[in-house]
């Protein structure tokens, strides 16, 4: 028997780009909020601050990177006003995040690091909302090569294809 890799464009599940995003941020937003809250408790130590920090530089950022380039592909088949609106959740979750990353640096800073994990988790989710939105009538099989591509990769991340 001889085993064949499929390509990343034959492991997204057919339908809509949604319906595969839905299950990518599912699974993406419980491992978020399990390792962002031992930091989320104003008496967290340095060491969980620290620890949501790295989470967020080390992989949140690649993955929402991956996101962002998915909705740029997009782009053409978007509205402008839905481009518009993930442009705003994009720049609200990043400023949350790097005021978050700035705060968990700092020693004596628990009870403002758990304010801003908590907003940044609701804007992350307010990401993903908005983006199954915006993507909830795009067919994954009318999606450009590099869109299919873009959305095997976070489905991939995710661990749904292994």
Do not use: K
Not at 64 to 85: D, I
């Amino acid at each position: 028997m001889t085993a064949t890799l499929a390509s990343p464009d034959e492991r997204t599940a057919p339908g809509t780009v949604a319906t595969t995003l839905s299950a990518v941020h599912d699974q993406w937003m419980e491992r978020t909020a399990q390792l962002l809250a031992p930091a989320a408790v104003p008496r967290a130590t340095f060491w969980e601050r620290w620890s949501a920090v790295r989470f967020l530089t080390d992989q949140f950022h690649d993955r929402f990177r991956l996101e962002w380039q998915l909705v740029e592909s997009l782009g053409p088949m978007l509205p402008a006003s839905t481009r518009y609106r993930l442009a705003g959740a994009r720049g609200a979750l990043e400023r949350t995040g790097s005021e978050l990353v700035a705060a968990g640096r700092r020693r004596g800073s628990g009870p403002q690091v758990a304010i801003l994990v908590r907003r940044f988790l609701d804007q992350a989710r307010r990401w993903c909302a908005a983006l199954e939105l915006a993507t909830a009538t795009l067919n994954v099989e009318d999606l450009p090569d590099d869109s299919r591509q873009l959305l095997a990769r976070l489905r991939t991340a995710a661990g749904l294809d292994l």
